[in-house]
Every structure is written in C-alpha cells, then in structure tokens.
C-alpha cells in the first residue's frame, strides 16, 4: 500500500511541476521571444560556469576521499611498472582532460547569444586541423611505444629457475598444486577427475604426480623476490585470476592452459607492517563471471621469506599420499622415484 | 516503385498539384490500425521505435535500480524488492541467480534494444527521408517488418523474465562454457535459449533498417544533394548501418553456434569440461572463437551506438551555436577512420584470455589510433562553438554535456586499450565506469538532445522547457557522481558483475562509496521518468509550434509542414543548392541560410 501511495505522491509531484513549469513558459511567452532568449542564455551560461567549478571541485573532493581507500603500493616488479606507466597515462590524458573541459565550459559561458553579434563563419582551417591531428598522434606513439615494452616484458617467458604452482578454477572456489620435491607437475586430464580422491584429474600413472601437493582452497604460497610462473586452467566455464595488488591477471579457461608470471616483492607480513592493517591478506579473486558464486570465489596469497616456504612445504603432504595412506607406512619419505638431475626447479 | 507513388499524403495539401488529390481521396480511408500500428510511414515506425525504446529503457533503468539496491545495502532487505521479483527476493533479498539475470538482461537491453534499436531506429527513420529530400524509405514495407522484428524480439526477452529458471545470467556478453551449459548456472537453460533467439531475431530487425537506410541515403537524395551537403547526421547514420550490415552478421553465427552447442552435441565452444560431477564428452573447440565472434560486433556495435549520437551532436551545436560545423570534411573522414578501425580493434576486449602477446600488441597500436579520429572530432566539436553565439535550448545543452561525456569516456579507453594497464583494470569497475560514460551515458545524451530538438517536427509540439533543464542537470551531474568514483574502486582492483564485497578484505572499504552510488543511481532514475512524463504529456499538451522552422536551422526537414504527412513535402520536394551548415550572414539581418535556397549571385558554396 505505501508503495502505491508512494507512486502516487510521484506522479502528483511530476504534475505539479510540469504545470509550475508551463506557466513559467508562458510568462517567458507574454516577455516576447527575443528577451526571454537573452535572458535564458544568461542564465544557462552562467550555470554552465557554475557546473564547471562544480565539477572540478567535485574531482578533487572526490580524489581527497579516495585515497586512503586505494589499496597500498605494487607487490611485484611488474606492478611497479604498471604503477610508472599508469601515472604516465594519467599526465597525458588528465592535461588533455582538463585542458577540453575548461573549454567547453568557457566557451559555453563566452560565448552565449545575448543580443545581435554578428556570427562569424568559420568552417575550415587546414593548419588547426593538422595540429590537432598530429599532436594526438604522437601522444599515442609514446604510450604505445611505453605500453608494449611494458607489455612485452609482462608476457614474455618466465625468467629461468621460476616457482611453477598450478591454480585451476571451478565453480566456485580455486585449487592449486605445487610440484612438490621433484619440481614437475605430473600429467592430468579431464576425465580422471572425481571430487572424492581426483580433484585435478592427476594421471597416476605419470610419476611425477606422486609428490604433487594439492590445496583445495587454492592458497597460493610465494616467495618473496622469487619469480613465480602460474600454470592456469579451468575445470569447467572460464574464471579468471585476479591478482589486483600484482596488477596480475589471466583467465582460466577450460581445454586451455594459460599463464603469468611476476616477482612477488613484498611479503604479506611487511604489508601488514605498511598498511597498518593487522588484517591485511593478498586475495586472488575470480574475474570473469563464472555464475552464481562468482562474488564468493577468493582464494588467499601468502607471500613469506625463503624459510618460512621450506617449512611450510616440509609440512606438506603429497595429494597421492593423502588419498592412498594405505600405501604408505607411517613415516616412510613420501619421494617419487624420479631421478635427482631435476631436484628443484629453481636450480634448473 | 518510385518514391513519390508510394505515399499517400496528408489530407491537408494547400497546393493545386492534380495527382496529389487523388492520394488525398484514400487518405480517408486509412484506419487506424494501417497508420498508426502496422504503418509503413517513416515518421510513424521511428515514433514506434522511439516509443519501445523508452519502455526498455525504463525497464533496464529499474532492473539497474534493483541491483543498486542490493550493492548500496548488501544487509538490508527491501519490500519493493519481493514485490517485483516475488521468490527471488524471498523476504526482501535478492538472490544471487536474480541479481545476475538481472545484470545481464539490463546490459542487453540498453546496449541493444534502447541505444541500437531504440536510437538508431528512431532517428535514421526520422531524419534519413526528411533531410535528404525523400518521401520515405527506400523500401517502407522492410522498414515496417524491420520495426516488428524487433517488437518480437523484444517480447521474447521480457517473457524470458518470467519463466522458473529465470533469465539469461551470463553477462550481456554470455561467454560459453557457462551460457552453453544448463549444469552451470540456472540461467542458461531456457532463459538463455530465449536470449539467443530474441537476438537473432534483433539481428534480422537491424539489417533490415540497416539495409535500407544505406540504399536510402544513397539512392534517394533529392535534386542537388550531394553527398557533401548532406549534414552530419546523415553521414553518421550512414557509417552506423555499414556497421551493422557487416558486423551483426557475425553476432548471429556466433548465436547460431552457441544454439548447436546447447542441443545439438556439437564442441564449437566446448572441450574438457567437468561440471556437476560428471565429465562432458565434448573435446577440440574453443570457448575463445565465441569471443572473438562476440566482439566481431561487440565493439563495432559500441560505434554502432556512439555514432548516430556524434551526429545529433554536431548537427545540434551547430545549428544553436549559429556557425557552420567545424572542419566538415575532416569529421567525415574520422567518421570514415572510426569505421574501418571499429573492426580492426575487437581483440581488446581479449587481452587477458592468454592471445599471443604479438596479436595482443597488434591490437593495442590499432586500438590506440582510434584515439586520433576521436580526438579531432572533439577539436571540431570544441572549435564549432567558439566564437558562436550560442543559443542554450534543451537539445543544446544535452549535446554540450555529451561533448563533456565523451571526453571523460574516451581518455579512459586509452588505459584500457593499452594491454599491460588492461591486465590490472579488465573486468573492474574501471571498465564499467569507462563504458557507461563514453557510451551509455554520453549516448543516452545524444539521444536526448535529438529528441528534444527534433520533438517539434515529430508531434508539431515543444517539450517543457523548464522540466527540461532540470532533467539535464540532475541526469548530468548525477551521472558523474555515480560513475567518476567506480574509476578509482576498479584503480583499486574490485571487480565488476559482484553480488556482494563484504566478504573482501581489499574490496569491502568501498562499502560506504556503495550506498552514496545507489542512492545517485535511484535520484538518476527519477529524474528519467521525469522526462518521460515531459515527453507523453507534451505529446498533447506542449506548447504549439507556430513556426515551421523553429530553430532557424538549414536542413530539410524545417522545410515540410509543421506536422508532414506521408509523403513528407506537400508540393514538389524542394532542390538542394547549399550545404547544411550555411550560418551565415543572409543579407537581410537572419544569420542562416536554409539548404534549399539558391546562391546568390557572387556567392560560393561550400
Ligand atoms: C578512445 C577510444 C576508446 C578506446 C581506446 C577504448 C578501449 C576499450 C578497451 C580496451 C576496452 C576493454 C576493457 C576491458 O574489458 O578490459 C573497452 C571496453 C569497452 N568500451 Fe571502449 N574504448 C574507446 C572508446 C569507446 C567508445 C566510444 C565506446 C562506446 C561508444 C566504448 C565502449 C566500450 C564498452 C561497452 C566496453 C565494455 C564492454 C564489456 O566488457 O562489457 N569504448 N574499451
Ligand atoms: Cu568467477
Ligand atoms: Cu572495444
């Protein structure tokens, strides 16, 4: 009921208004059309200075609210990048910004019809033309030629002796899997996978999977300084991992595997430290819409010193061993039989 | 059939012309339903188009102030919510399902069937046969069944509202693997399969115009219109039909493919798939081709939109700052430059989908060079008011804060389609905050500037003026202040299509910001119904034109009657001899000089 009181109150609101508005219309009329013109676009004119300012001062107000709401610096090397070539983009289009703002509004204001000026015809000017031709023209070679050195470097193979972890998507929640003792990520395919013993569809009979560790809440483990390379993929529909505080992303898409790399730079203890907030995480969020839990598909970081890893990995137990305890004694060392050349990864 | 035995004329020709009165004798006879519903008058299909339009954007508008609601107050319940959506809003709380369904069918709507059927429909119907000089379109039977394409089209999206598995909930952009698989969401089950069959059918409605407003423009110009007299609102619709022609097909492959996929068993988009517990036995396609195929049109269709407005605009500044257009030729030629690089451009949507990184930096340096047409038009746009005298009508104020929207909107293209700071902003609010202003916002106001300027030709009335300014400013500065702040919650990574941030220790800070955004969005959407209750009332009860040329402006149009019947001209179609943008002394104290009138002695054209 109240809802349609409220409709109601609207629509007499929109009456009353328009007839409010038609006699303002109509004293105009009684005024002539000549003076009610002038008078018009000296108050439009005039507003539309005052909208300027109001925008402006608006920007600003905004700007000073904002800030200590944006998240802290870049976490990785390629973040700083970002953050350069970001700032570098915000100069060129913030002058051009404001440079066409202020005109449009000045010009609005300068230029109102208040009386019988006489127009000025002035259709063409080749020079002008060329000018502003050219001079966004060579904005946009710089910052094509900025943004493709940064983007070249973004995508370009992992530096040698990278981290290599798995994160793969499903509705609704990541997982990822690290190599392990012998630094290989066996073989997996699709139609291994089951939710109770399989989540990835490891192929068994690839060795290497033996020591494969799996996190099912798809925590992702870095190490500070060390470059890490994400081997990306998608049990079902295409999800997206989103590294905001890396300035990182790549889909997961299903049938295809993708990856990233970057150097982590700061550990999430230090950040903690930096941004005063006890409860500071590094969250990894899906980014491509992926259905109805989209908004729920978090997974944490964990950034830590080389240490910190090692223990962390020691504690660790292979996914195969977890599902197959059977088979293995207490205590007996849970190593695949693969041979010592390719220990570790990182010593590739 | 030539143009003019097509038309009947309105029964009040003043002329002596014989053959008119015989048109005038079935004229009588017209009912109701061959004029106004199945009518195959330019004026009356654009006045349908426009009228549609209106009702899908309040549709798409309320849908937005639905889920604004949920993101302002992830906390609170809503009676208007259970209300509207009855179980999906069990005790006044949208669920998840709802929210996306209702996400993605606001997107469709207002890209598609407000801002593609509703403006392009409108106004290349209106303005093409009354400012080139022709009684109607080229072929006004297409033109009526293009009009009823998109009447079915547009029932069968809004019945998909109403069935128990909801909506379609894959984003406008419906990315399979999740809009082919019934298992992966709710809403790709019949909601999808209607989704799919409305848009082909919107397909067929857009080639139809399309087709039609082509030939039009170039087959039926009148005596002594040259292509470059032809205002610039005509080279724009022109340039938004090729678009459409050559684009739009390449949507409904992609549909098409999308329909096998979901019934026929086939792998266009699918392979490797585990979902619900069992694997699929799809294997070999590529859920990455429906992409490539999507925004084939997908950025053609933001032009598509963009277009028709930059046309208004120009058209409307110069005519009520009293100075020709500035650099004519040169904003053909960035309209011409728009064109071909909108296809050469779509994989900037895909940069992050793993491309190659050479592709990836193809794309980026094409991309970037649209920036250069864009910004010469704005210089043009900028240029033509300077020094005008400009004459502040509703239309005109619309088309100066297009101007200001399409600059904010058009330098944040320039982050996103530079790949390395699209990793980071794609899919983040930065991305809704750039498209809504360069298009949907900066569109929508074009579309009003044209429809407040162009009213009196349509219904012989004004618009209130005063309700009129008040609809600018609330929707101008309101505008801003929903959209400018999401530039910094996508700088700080919250993505886009969420349902709710509370759970998110980087992203729950915006909470706040939130609310302060829904709150604008809902005084926006008021300050809309108020305009279209400016528009019905006027329709009856506006202020009378008296003068068939209000605006003092130079295009055809203002030369027919003060309400034209089919057929548009009364007499003989008045011959061009001037271009559109003659404002300029006339030697006798007027400051315009209307296309039809002949040079005077000495004088140059154009
Ligand atoms: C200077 C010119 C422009 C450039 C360089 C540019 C660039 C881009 C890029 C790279 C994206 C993809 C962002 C992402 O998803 O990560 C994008 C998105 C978009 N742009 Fe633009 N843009 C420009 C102008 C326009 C114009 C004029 C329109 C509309 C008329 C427009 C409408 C859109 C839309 C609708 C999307 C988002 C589609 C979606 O993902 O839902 N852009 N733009
Ligand atoms: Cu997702
Ligand atoms: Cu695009």
């Known amino acids: ?348 | 059939m030539s143009n003019e035995a097509a038309i009947h004329t309105d029964v009040h020709t003043h002329d002596s012309h014989g053959h008119h009165d015989d048109h005038a004798h079935h004229e009588h006879k017209q009912h109701f339903i061959t004029k106004y519903i199945f009518s195959q008058d330019h004026k009356i299909i654009s006045r349908q188009f426009l009228i549609t339009g209106i009702f899908w954007a309040i549709v798409g508008g309320l849908m937005s102030v639905f889920f604004r609601l949920q993101l302002g107050f992830p906390e609170q319940t809503f009676k208007v919510l259970t209300m509207f959506l009855g179980d999906w809003a069990h005790g006044g709380k949208m669920d998840p399902e709802m929210y996306y369904g209702l996400i993605t069918i606001h997107g469709t709507v207002l890209v598609f069937f407000v801002l593609t059927g509703g403006l392009s429909g409108t106004f290349a119907n209106f303005l093409i046969p009354l400012q080139i000089g022709a009684r109607d379109m080229a072929s006004p039977f297409l033109n009526m069944l293009s009009y009823w394409f998109f009447a079915i089209a547009g029932v069968i999206m809004f019945s998909s509202l109403f069935i128990t598995t909801g909506p379609a909930s894959g984003g406008w952009t419906t990315y399979p693997p999740l809009s082919a698989l019934k298992e992966a969401s709710m809403g790709s089950g019949l909601g999808m399969d209607l989704w799919l069959v409305s848009m082909a059918l919107f397909v067929v409605s857009s080639l139809l115009g399309g087709l039609n407003y082509i030939v039009t423009i170039l087959n039926m110009r009148t005596k002594g219109m040259s292509m470059t007299r032809l205002p610039l609102t005509i080279w724009a619709l022109l340039f938004t039909a090729i678009l459409g022609v050559l684009s739009f097909p390449v949507l409904l492959s992609a549909a098409v493919l999308l329909l096998f996929d979901r019934h026929a068993g086939t792998s266009f988009y699918l392979s490797e798939i585990y979902v619900a517990g069992k694997a699929l036995p799809n294997v070999g396609g590529s859920p990455i081709l429906y992409q490539h195929l999507f925004w084939f049109l997908g950025h053609p269709e933001v032009y598509i939109i963009m277009l028709p407005a930059m046309g208004m605009a120009s058209e409307i500044l110069a005519t009520n700052s009293r100075k020709p257009i500035f650099g004519y030729f040169a904003m053909i030629l960035s309209l011409i430059g728009i064109t071909l690089l909108a296809f050469l451009v779509w994989a900037h949507h895909m940069f992050v989908t793993g491309m190659s990184p050479f592709l990836g930096g193809v794309f980026v340096l094409l991309t970037l060079l649209i920036a250069i047409p864009s910004a010469v038009k704005v210089f043009n746009w900028l240029t033509t008011i300077w020094k005008g005298n400009i004459r502040f009508t509703v239309g005109m104020c619309f088309a100066l804060g297009f101007v200001s929207l399409f600059i904010s909107g058009g330098l944040t293209g320039l982050f996103l389609g530079n790949s390395a700071l699209d990793i980071h902003l794609h899919d983040t609010y930065f991305v809704v905050a750039h498209f809504h202003i360069v298009m949907g916002i900066s569109a929508f106001f074009g579309m009003f500037a044209g429809i407040y300027h162009w009213f009196p030709k349509m219904y012989g009335r004004f618009m209130n003026n005063t309700m009129g300014y008040i609809h600018f400013f609330i929707t101008f500065v309101g505008s801003y202040v929903i959209f400018w702040p999401m530039h910094y919650e996508g700088v700080a990574g919250m993505p886009r299509r969420y349902y709710d941030f509370s759970n998110w220790e980087s992203f729950k800070q915006f909470g706040e910001l939130n609310q302060m955004i829904s709150i604008a969005a809902i005084i926006v959407f008021i300050a809309q119904l108020f305009f279209v209750f400016n528009y019905f009332v006027s329709i009856w009860k506006g202020k009378k034109v008296t003068d068939p040329n209000p605006w003092q402006s130079n295009t055809l149009e203002w030369t027919t009657p003060i309400k034209p019947g089919h057929g548009n001209w009364d007499g003989e179609i008045p011959e061009v001899h001037r271009w559109a943008y003659d404002y300029k002394d006339d030697g006798n104290g007027g400051d315009f000089i209307p296309q039809h009138i002949p040079l005077k002695e000495g004088e140059e054209s154009h």
């Open chain 1, 1 to 348: 009921m109240s809802g349609l009181m409220l409709v109601f109150l609207v629509v007499l609101i929109f009456v009353v208004l328009y007839q409010v508005a038609r006699s303002s219309e109509m004293v105009a009329q009684i005024q002539g059309e000549q003076q009610f013109d002038k008078k018009r676009n000296k108050i439009l004119g005039f507003s539309m200075l005052i909208l300027m300012i109001a925008f402006f001062v608006g920007i600003v107000w905004c700007h000073e609210y904002m800030l200590p709401l944006m998240g802290p610096e870049a976490a990785s090397n390629h973040g700083v990048q970002y953050d350069f070539m970001f700032k570098v983009t915000l100069w060129v289009t913030g002058i051009v910004f404001v440079l066409t703002q202020v005109l449009l509004f000045w010009f609005c204001f300068k230029y109102q019809r208040n009386g019988d000026k006489a127009p000025v015809f002035f259709a063409h000017s080749n020079k002008l033309e060329l000018i502003w031709t050219t001079v966004p023209a060579i904005a946009m070679a710089v910052l094509v030629a900025i943004g493709l050195k940064a983007w070249f470097t973004m995508t370009g193979e992992a530096p040698k002796g990278a981290m290599q972890i798995e994160i793969v998507g499903k509705q609704f929640n990541w997982i990822s899997r690290y190599p392990g003792p012998d630094g290989e990520l066996g073989k997996k395919y699709f139609l291994n996978i089951n939710d109770k013993d399989n989540l990835l569809g490891q192929d068994w009979k690839d060795k290497r999977n033996m020591d494969d560790i799996i996190i099912p809440n798809g925590e992702l483990r870095l190490v500070k300084d060390v470059p890490v390379e994400l081997i990306i993929g998608s049990r079902d529909v295409i999800h997206d991992v989103g590294l905001s505080h890396f300035r990182m992303k790549m889909d997961a898409v299903p049938g295809i595997t993708t990856r990233i790399w970057f150097t982590p730079t700061i550990t999430t203890a230090e950040m903690k430290m930096k941004t005063g907030n006890e409860n500071f995480v590094y969250e990894l969020s899906c980014d491509q819409m992926c259905g109805k839990g989209h908004y729920s598909m978090r997974a944490i970081v964990v950034v830590e010193t080389q240490a910190e890893h090692d223990k962390w990995l020691k504690e660790q137990k292979s996914y195969y061993v977890q599902n197959h305890p059977e088979e293995f004694p207490a205590e007996a060392p849970i190593v695949a039989p693969v041979d010592s050349s390719k220990k570790i990864t990182m010593n590739k």
